[in-house]
């Protein structure tokens, strides 16, 4: 086996009505539901207002080399999200305008990338293809590899697998495990539920239940001086 120089393709996808189940639900009220560590650092942001969805395809690339990447948009199934693991390296580009639309011609659905992208201007307009990216630079990248497709990587302070469900709007994205996907979806959309009602209730009543705030107050003997 080579190390560092390797590439599998064929790894367990969740079902679609899994991945489906999470449409729609805030990236933030997921979270929560995951006690607060499942999201990407904030060093990572979407270039777009796209919306992010689908499963993790994931790409290890040496730092501004892309050649790996260039493999992975041939491989990759329709559904897919490619996850550039480049180190978080901002000296060169590994993609632009040309392999996103290419990427979105095969029904790929999204690129995060820790590294750098290029062609902003092109890219911050797409309406139906997230990238997310740590930075934007012109210089252009090696062709040289090694690297691997297929196998878990580091991305954002997180570990993705293949397979892994990745959900993303303008906070971030947050990584779900397949092996712990099954009934979260539901958990969210009750936060997201919660939260409408407190919305409704400010709206309306000027009103913001939060008896945790003088409970710990109490607990931690603040005192109250007139």
Do not use: W
């Not at 079902?15 to 607060?36: H, Q, T, W, Y």
């Not at 270039?47 to 990447?69: E, I, K, Q, Y």
């Not at 919305?199 to 005192?223: H, W, Y």
């Amino acid at each position: 086996m080579s190390v560092g120089n390797r590439i599998r393709t064929n790894f367990e996808r969740p079902s679609k009505e899994l991945v489906e189940s999470f449409r729609g639900i805030p990236v933030a009220n997921l979270d929560d539901c995951m006690n607060r560590m499942s999201s990407l650092d904030a060093g990572i942001s979407p270039v777009n207002h796209s919306p992010l969805l689908g499963t993790a395809f994931t790409v290890r690339c040496p730092a501004g080399d892309n050649l790996m990447f260039h493999k992975a948009l041939d491989l990759a199934q329709p559904g897919d999200i490619l996850v550039i693991a480049a180190g978080g390296s901002m000296s060169r580009a590994l993609c632009g305008e040309i392999m996103s639309n290419y990427a979105k011609k095969r029904g790929i659905v999204g690129f995060i990338i820790d590294g750098c992208i290029r062609d902003i201007d092109e890219l911050s307009q797409f309406t139906d293809f997230p990238v997310y990216a740590r930075g934007v630079v012109p210089n252009g990248p090696y062709k040289n590899g090694p690297g691997e497709i297929g196998y878990p990587v580091a991305c954002g302070g997180q570990v993705i697998k293949p397979g892994d469900i990745l959900l993303g709007d303008g906070d971030s994205v947050l990584v779900i495990p397949q092996e712990d996907a099954e009934g979260l979806a539901e958990q969210g959309r009750a936060v997201m539920l919660k939260e409408q009602g407190q919305l409704k209730g400010i709206e309306e009543s000027c009103s913001f239940p939060r008896p945790f705030v003088d409970a710990t107050l109490k607990s931690i003997g603040t005192e109250m001086v007139d």
